[in-house]
């Protein structure tokens, strides 16, 4: 009886060592621990069910002050089952963060958190004075802590993938950062964030750049707001392995004096030095090939340069056109120029010609966008880079001569210039080649642009011609007709974009990219040859007038919308070849009354035959129903349409999943 007492007593100690321990655990666990820890977060704080039904996301419902606790779990009421809270809400816009400008002082994760993202805005313009992101965080979005002028110090989780340039902007006394040494993506040293590598130097507290600083060797990337507002720093130098410099870097430092662009750069990003309005003595080294929009906008320099003249730095490097509105007429840049920055001219609408010297080298992205008064343009033999919306929208530019030294062209250089009849390249020129105004690579297999005013009735693509860029032919509305051969690989994406005029197309082979001959309202009739194997997304959305199209036996996908809208297609017959139907592929062909689907297909997706008010006949050849990814894919068809499918097959559709919604309307195939 005393063995058994005792025996008794034993297991009730160890039951009470196991209870205190399950106590004790869940509040001093880290992040690393296994045990869930349920324990309750601030009362008042809202939630919401996200990833189907499967987590929480949390918001501020009515807590606006003190410290925060946000649980790892959470459930609505005792019978129900608690889930993972993994999101901390943010938006888009600063309403919409979480806390954003309450007056909250701190927040506490319960560890082992589950929260995967701080979302955009979340804890804006707070009171809080120091955060310790969870190991389990794996993304801090846009501004989710700007503003937040009494936070000094910052510690990160070892789970931290993804932390947005601005998501500790305007954070003025934060004196450090310090990184979990087990993440694998960033690190920290001497409280400056940078990536694990420490080639990328991310955020520099305001308070440690001081006076001047010197960029860390090994450092080769200057991120995007890496000093952002920091207003105490006068001089920044840095060694030759520095490559890039990123946008807003050096934003708002209003006493930054002096700057010297290391002899490694090679870009230097879009508004990377606004506002650093004392900055009037900046070197920048022959190595850079590019200059962001509006780089060194409202800084010294840019303050001292009058309006209605050129913004120049070190006699090369023209990087803006101070004045916009007032620049007009003919203007010709000074010679020994040899960069043109990113918009440097953007939306100079009075501006008629530009004369480039034989130094110039690189034209910048949109250097030249919406200049809609420019009437003549020649690029010297000197220009290598000709940069993405170079001359987009330049609406009154009839031609273009590209010279004999162009060795990239962007997208959409040239992009909606509706008088542009001619495109003319130098015979010398080693990359690009021109015939009948029409640009090519020098090989002739890609057409990379046709000028929209230049062509007008037939056009067959010339042999040899493998594919054709995007946008290529968009807005050519007087081209009538377009023949490919049986040599094409790719039709690229909105390449024959709104030609309004194009009646007929002939493809022999390709892809058809996205888009590619969307809202070509007149054209009538498609031939598809037997080597085209993909229709795109939108690839004929909005064709109203198409009639008919016969799809070969080569295609084995028809993308999303690929047919959406085209509300003159009366009957259309989708080969064995074909696995899959995409999203509303034929959503709103409002004539389409039969339709033929072939023995092959196995997925017709959401949509993809709705709003086809005339169907009454469909015939599906394939002994097993073909899956339906939403029981809406034949929905707001005709009131008499029926389903024809093989004999033996007929009580299987009946059956099968949602197929069973048709059941009435299935019967064998006549």
């Known amino acids: 009886m005393k063995n058994t007492i005792n025996l008794i007593e034993a297991i009730r100690r160890i039951a009470l060592i196991v209870l205190i321990t399950m106590a004790v655990i869940p509040a001093f666990a880290e992040d690393s621990s296994t045990t869930p820890n349920y324990g309750d977060g601030t ?8 990833d189907g039904g499967k987590a929480y996301c949390v918001d501020k419902g009515t807590v606006t002050s003190g410290v925060v606790t946000i649980p790892a779990f959470y459930r ?31 927040v506490t994760f319960l560890q082992p958190s589950n929260i995967t993202t701080i979302g955009g805005h979340a804890f804006l313009s707070t009171d ?51 990184v979990n040494a087990a993440n694998p993506n960033f690190a920290s040293q001497n409280g400056i964030l940078y990536n694990k590598a420490m080639t990328e130097l991310v955020k520099v507290p305001v308070p440690v750049a001081t006076g001047a600083f010197t960029i860390p060797s090994g450092v080769t990337v200057i991120g995007d707001s890496a000093f952002g507002s920091c207003y105490n720093l006068t001089s920044v130098s840095m060694g030759s392995g520095v490559k890039t410099i990123g946008d807003n870097a050096f934003v708002g430092c209003t006493r930054l004096t002096s700057i010297t662009i290391g002899s490694g750069v090679t870009s230097i990003g879009t508004t990377a030095f606004e506002g650093c309005r004392t900055l009037t003595n900046i070197v920048i080294s022959d190595s850079v090939t590019s200059i962001g929009g509006d780089a060194f906008y409202d800084t010294g320099i840019w303050r001292n340069t009058p309006d209605n003249s050129f913004i120049i730095i070190g006699g090369k490097w023209l990087v803006a056109a101070k004045g916009w509105r007032t620049i007009s007429g003919s203007r010709a840049i000074p010679a020994g120029v040899t960069l043109i920055a990113d918009s440097a001219f953007s939306s100079c609408n009075l501006l008629t010609s530009v004369t480039l010297p034989n130094t110039v080298k690189h034209i910048g992205s949109a ?20 940069g993405s919306y170079a001359f987009e929208r330049c609406s009154a530019l009839p031609s273009v001569t590209i010279g004999s030294g162009v060795e990239t062209i962007g997208e959409r250089a040239f992009y909606d210039c509706t008088a542009l009849t001619s495109i003319t390249v130098d015979a010398a020129n080693p990359n690009y080649a021109s015939q009948s105004g029409v640009l090519y690579n020098k090989a002739m297999t890609q057409l990379i642009k046709a000028p929209i005013a230049g062509l007008s009735g037939a056009f067959t693509i010339p042999a040899g011609v493998t594919s054709i860029s995007e946008r290529a032919f968009d807005s050519c ?34 892809i058809i990219g996205g888009d590619a001959f969307s809202a070509c309202t007149a054209l009538t009739s498609v031939t598809i040859g037997s080597g085209v194997e993909t229709i795109g997304n939108y690839a004929f959305s909005d064709c109203t007038a198409l009639t008919s199209v016969t799809i070969p036996n080569s295609v084995t996908s028809i993308g999303a919308s690929a047919f959406f809208g085209c509300t003159a297609l009366m009957s259309v017959t989708i080969p064995n070849s074909v696995t899959s139907i995409g999203r509303s592929a034929f959503q709103s062909c409002t004539a389409l009354a039969s339709v033929t689907i072939g023995s092959g297909v196995k997925t017709i997706d959401n949509q993809a035959f709705f709003r086809c008010t005339g169907l009454t006949s469909v015939t599906v050849r394939t002994a097993m129903p073909p899956m339906l990814n939403n029981s809406n894919a034949f929905n707001d068809n005709h009131a008499s349409r029926r389903f024809y499918v093989p004999a033996d097959s007929v009580n299987t559709y009946k059956r099968a999943s949602r197929w069973s919604a048709h059941a009435a309307a299935i019967q064998a195939i006549p």
């Open 43 to 50: 009362p008042g704080l809202e939630y919401t069910l996200i």
């Open 477 to 510: 509305t007087k081209l009538t007709s377009i023949t490919i051969g049986s040599g094409m690989k790719t039709i690229g994406e909105y390449a024959f974009f709104r030609c309004t005029g194009l009646t007929s197309v002939s493809i022999g082979s390709g």
């Open 128 to 178: 809080i004075t120091s955060i310790t992101i969870p190991n389990s965080v794996t993304t801090i979005d846009k501004d989710a802590f700007s503003a937040c002028t009494k936070l000094t110090s910052v510690t990160l989780g070892s789970g931290v993938k993804t932390i947005h340039e601005r998501a500790f902007a305007g954070c003025t006394a934060v004196t450090s950062f310090t």
């Open 76 to 106: 609505p009421n005792a019978s129900s089952e608690y889930l993972p809270v993994t999101e901390v809400a943010g938006g888009i816009a600063p309403g919409n963060g979480a806390f954003n400008r309450t007056d909250i002082t701190g």
């Open 367 to 386: 250097a030249f966008l919406g200049c809609s008064a420019l009437t003549s343009m020649t690029i010297p033999n000197s220009v290598t880079s000709i």
